[in-house]
């Protein structure tokens, strides 16, 4: 036995010598953001002589590739050679290739490929390959909130669940998303943990909505698309109440065509079903890959709404990702509408004119204007049905068309609700007569055999006949 190993020894040493030796390898990277000039390293170690060097872009999952870069040994005239065959001699080599300004299209594997002269023949090259993957990332594109479900009623009888959904695009990899009430992070429970039997209405435990101790651990804790989901939420009961007094409307100077009629707000009464505290909050994600390569996340925040501690309270979506130095983050105040403004167009209503009412803003005060959620717009007729015979109208505006003289003194409501309050508004439609629609008086002359044929008396009524024309 000690002949034959001492005889496969001097085989692959002498193997070694006529043949020699080659090793390829790429220096790692870490994951580069998209945009961003990347640099590849292939180092290669042989006691040989180089042939070639040939860089691939592996593509359709390495069912293809596509060459980038090639260096062909033969006319490069500054290369090493090794004069004696049996003095083995290492010779450290590094090829680079620079891709500027990486998009998601350069993401994926890519392969080094190095070839030497065989010793015993110049005809033949030995070949060794390393390969790295490059994984680019790219930051998000978007980020919006909107109320899932919109526009809603407001319903003071029962409660409601309400959702929150978060929309981030263009990211990878996934980013971390959560949710913040009034600054401070929000814990939340997932929606699998949901019970049927107890949904989302069930009563809470007396803690707090929200923790204010905020980091990283917690953020991971809470809501992200890596760990699991915990706690419930906590609200803060040291949070000051505001004030729901309606502020009275701003008087505007009554037109000739309209009737400005004192703002009507709805009371805003909570029966017992209002809890004191806050509900659980659940969360929920979905994530789609895009067409670039990119993906899309969608999360839901869902909860018992309580109209009387979520009105005016700031709610933010906000991302963490290793492409973004600081948090994306998209915000929006829970507002219930007060006060719509109402306008009437034309200014001076004839008869036949078309008429059109809109919701022109909000009385909101110097802070904000906008409402959120989106709110449901109802307008009727006091008193009767609508022009068109309808009971009711959704949407912003209401058009009246070709109005008739009857309309003249009719009032007209505007709701606007959203699940947090309702409010309305009344105006007054005044409807002028039109000029270019006089009255005309005919008068018929009939001669003496025409008289004594029809009579004296529906004579005397032909004659004082008048017609309205149009």
């Known amino acids: 036995m000690s002949v034959i190993a001492l005889s496969l020894l001097l085989c692959a040493d002498l193997l070694d010598v006529v043949i020699g030796y080659l090793t390829v390898t790429i220096e ?47 006319y490069n005239t500054n290369f090493s050679h090794i ?19 990486v998009q998601m299209e350069d993401d994926g594997p890519y392969e080094c490929h190095v070839g030497i002269y065989d010793r015993a023949s110049r005809e033949k090259v030995v070949l060794a390959s390393g390969s790295i993957t490059l994984n680019v990332m790219s930051p998000p594109k978007s980020i919006s909130v909107v109320a899932a479900n919109q526009p809603a009623r407001f319903n003071r009888y029962e409660a409601q669940n309400f959702t929150l959904l978060c929309t981030v695009t263009g990211g990878k990899p996934a980013p971390v998303v959560y949710f913040k009430r009034d600054g ?42 890596l760990g699991p989901y915990s706690e419930p939420v906590r609200l803060d009961k040291d949070r000051s109440q505001h004030s729901y007094t309606s502020e009275a409307p701003v008087q505007e100077e009554p037109s000739p065509t309209t009737e400005v009629i004192p703002e ?39 909860w ?33 509408p007060k006060g719509p403004k109402l306008s009437m167009t034309p200014s001076k209503a004839k ?23 989106e709110p449901l717009f109802t307008w009727t007729r006091v008193g009767g049905p609508l022009l068109d015979g309808s009971e009711e109208r959704f949407g912003k505006g209401l058009v009246l068309e ?46 003496k055999s025409d008289g004594a044929i029809l009579g004296p008396s529906l004579m005397m009524s032909l004659l004082s006949l008048t017609l309205d024309l149009t």
Not at 276 to 302: K, R, V
Not at 351 to 373: A, C, W
Not at 418 to 439: A, D, Q, Y
Request: proline share 6%; glycine share 4%.
């Open 83 to 101: 004069e004696d065959f049996r003095r083995k001699e290492d010779l450290v080599y590094q090829s680079t290739v620079r891709l500027p300004e």
């Open 28 to 74: 790692p990277l870490p994951p580069v953001v998209m945009g961003d000039t990347v640099t590849l390293k292939c180092n290669f170690m042989t006691d040989g002589n180089l042939r070639e060097i040939v860089w691939f872009r592996v593509m359709e999952g390495g069912t293809s590739k596509q060459k980038i870069f090639t260096y062909d040994a033969m």
């Open 351 to 373: 008869v036949g004119d078309t008429v059109r009412i809109k919701v022109d803003g909000f009385q909101m005060g110097s802070k904000t204007n906008e409402v959120f959620p």
């Open 304 to 336: 018992n709404l309580n109209p009387q501690l979520d009105n005016e309270a700031l709610f933010s979506c906000e991302v963490k990702h290793p492409a973004l130095s600081m948090p994306m983050k998209a915000e929006v105040t829970l507002s219930a």
């Open 402 to 447: 070709r109005v008739p003289a009857e309309l003249n003194g009719s009032m007209y409501r505007c709701t606007v609700q959203n699940p947090l309050g309702s409010t309305n508004t009344h105006t007054r439609l005044i409807v002028f007569e039109n000029p270019r629609m006089k009255k005309e008086t005919i008068h018929l002359n009939f001669g």
């Open 184 to 225: 401070e992070l929000i814990e939340v429970q997932s929606s699998s943990e949901k019970l049927e039997s107890q949904g989302l209405l069930a009563a809470t435990n007396n803690q707090p909505l929200i923790s204010r101790e905020l980091d990283d651990t917690k953020i991971q804790k809470s809501i992200s698309f």
């Open 264 to 302: 009507t707000v709805i009371s805003r009464e909570f029966p017992r079903w209002v809890l004191s505290t806050s509900p659980l909050y659940f969360f929920n994600h979905t994530q789609s890959e895009l067409h670039d390569g990119t993906l899309e996340i969608q999360a839901e925040l869902t």
